[in-house]
C-alpha cells in the first residue's frame, strides 16, 4: 500500500514564525500536492508538484512556498505565518495523473 | 460561489438503513470522483466516474454519474457504522485533471 506521512499531525506557532509542513510518499509518485481543508470551504489546492523541483501554483497560494528536492518529499513553507493560515493541511500524492489519489492524515495547525 | 453543491450537508441513519449522496454540478463535468474521510484524518479514494451514465460499485458502495456528467450520486446499502465518516466529491471541470472539491457530507451511522 501506497504510504503518505505527514510529519505532524498538530501544530501550534505562533504570528510570524517560519513554519516548515513535511509529507513524504513511498511509492516514487511524480505528482504531489498541497491542500487545506477549512469548514464550509473545503478542500483547496495550495501547490502541486508534478516532478523533483517542479512546482504549480494551485487555488490559494499566497503566503506559502514550496519545495520539492527529491521526488519523496514534498515540504509546504509558510514564510511568516498568520492567524487565518490555521486550518489542517492535507498532502496527497499520485502516480501519473493530476488527480490526488493518496492522501496523509493531515497536520492540523494553529497560529495563535 | 460554490461550484459543487454537495447534499445533504449531514446525514443520521440507523444502522441496516439506506442512503444516498448528491454532488452536482452547474457545469459539464470532465470526472467525479469520491472520496471518504474518517474524522480528522486523510481522505481515501474511493470511485472515480468518467462516462456520462456510468455506474461504480465497490463492496456496498454504488456511485452513479448522470448521462449530462453534472450530477453523481453515492449511494450506501445496509449502512454499517463502519461507513460513518464525511464524502467528499472532487471534480475535474477543465481537462487538465485539476480537482475541486465539494464540502462534504458528514454522514453518522447508529448501531
Known amino acids: 500500500d501506497v504510504k503518505v506521512t505527514q510529519s505532524s499531525r498538530y501544530l501550534v506557532k505562533r504570528t510570524g514564525e517560519k513554519v516548515f509542513l513535511e509529507c513524504v510518499q513511498d511509492m516514487d509518485h511524480e505528482n504531489m500536492f498541497w491542500y487545506r481543508q477549512d469548514p464550509g470551504l473545503g478542500l483547496r489546492l495550495i501547490y502541486f508538484?508534478?516532478?523533483?523541483?517542479?512546482?504549480e501554483k494551485g487555488d490559494i497560494p499566497e503566503g506559502y512556498s514550496v519545495s520539492r528536492e527529491k521526488k519523496e518529499r514534498f515540504s509546504l513553507i509558510l514564510e511568516s505565518a498568520s492567524t487565518n493560515q490555521t486550518s489542517m493541511y492535507l498532502c496527497?500524492?499520485?502516480?501519473?495523473?493530476?488527480?490526488?489519489?493518496?492522501f496523509g492524515n493531515g497536520t492540523r495547525l494553529t497560529v495563535t | 460561489s460554490q461550484e459543487l453543491e454537495q447534499s445533504p450537508q449531514s446525514l443520521i441513519v440507523q444502522e441496516g438503513k439506506n442512503l444516498t449522496i448528491n454532488c452536482t454540478s452547474s457545469?459539464?463535468?470532465?470526472?467525479l470522483y469520491w472520496y471518504k474521510q474518517k474524522y480528522g484524518e486523510g481522505l481515501i479514494f474511493l470511485m472515480m466516474?468518467?462516462?456520462?451514465?456510468e455506474e461504480k460499485s465497490h463492496e456496498k458502495i454504488t456511485a452513479k454519474l448522470d448521462e449530462k456528467k453534472q450530477q453523481s450520486s453515492l449511494h450506501i446499502t445496509a449502512s454499517q457504522p463502519s461507513h460513518a465518516g464525511i464524502y467528499l466529491c472532487g471534480a475535474d471541470k477543465t481537462g487538465a485533471n485539476n480537482l475541486f472539491f465539494g464540502t462534504g457530507t458528514r454522514l453518522t451511522v447508529i448501531p
Open positions: 466516474l468518467q462516462k456520462g451514465g
Open positions: 457545469k459539464t463535468l470532465y470526472g
Open positions: 496527497a500524492s499520485s502516480l501519473k495523473t493530476g488527480v490526488p489519489l493518496h
Open positions: 508538484s508534478y516532478d523533483v523541483k517542479m512546482k
